[in-house]
């Protein structure tokens, strides 16, 4: 049962303190709107941001989509599947995390005593069963610099591969749970997982990198400070 009905907050006189950071967050708003209107070569034609104070648990800056009140751009004849909607929270639907989703495989191994950063950790073709995984250039860094530490600062999807069959996909997505992430279940996962194969939301995403920041303690993000009737 939810505390409050939307009707009561926005008509029960409540005073409502949050932890944004309001010069924070204009700048994040000025930032955000630029990132999602400089990238449309790429077609990408929106952004979103989120700043945490991780051992809080605080939210003090929260953009969650370019412009809020910009017309819809690139959509259908029908006025439909607009590639910009304004308002919609991007940090509140399922985005690829792309080789973001790196660090937490590395993590795993690195606990588990199977890598260590200093580990020889190839980038070199491989296949698993049909699958031929590559790199955004087509290429491959070979066995020179080939540690663990190199792959992942140089952000390298065949060594990840090779990390998250070291591993396991089950236990990857397990330790993902425990990270905060609500979206991985028991899904038909592949080793693609640790390159983003899995939407999560962003949202989630940024409080899953706090627990890196907190040592390896979880603490969820909370927005709110306190209400006030």
Not at 5 to 24: A, F, V
Not at 188 to 210: R, T
């Amino acid at each position: 049962e939810e505390p409050f009905t939307i009707s009561e907050l926005q008509t029960g006189g409540y005073k409502i303190y949050t932890t944004l950071d309001y010069n924070l967050q204009r700048i994040a708003e000025d930032y955000t709107s630029r990132g999602g209107d400089d990238s449309k070569y790429l077609n990408m034609y929106n952004a979103a941001s989120m700043t945490t104070i991780p051992y809080k648990g605080e939210i003090i800056t929260m953009v969650g989509s370019k412009s809020f009140y910009a017309d819809s751009e690139g959509c259908d004849d029908k006025g439909e599947n607009c590639k910009f909607n304004g308002e919609v929270n991007v940090l509140d639907t399922l985005q690829s995390p792309g080789s973001t989703n790196k660090p937490l495989g590395y993590y795993i191994a690195f606990k588990e005593g199977k890598l260590t950063p200093g580990s020889f950790l190839p980038d070199v073709p491989i296949q698993i069963g049909g699958y031929n995984p590559k790199d955004w250039d087509g290429q491959f860094l070979g066995t020179s610099g080939a540690s663990a530490q190199n792959m992942l600062r140089q952000s390298r999807n065949i060594p990840a591969i090779i990390v998250a069959q070291m591993i396991g996909v089950s236990n990857y997505v397990e330790t993902a749970k425990t990270f905060g992430y609500t979206t991985y279940n028991t899904g038909d996962y592949g080793q693609s997982i640790i390159l983003g194969g899995a939407d999560v939301y962003p949202a989630e995403h940024a409080q899953a990198f706090g627990v890196f920041a907190n040592g390896g303690d979880f603490v969820e993000l909370n927005p709110i400070l306190k209400i006030v009737d």
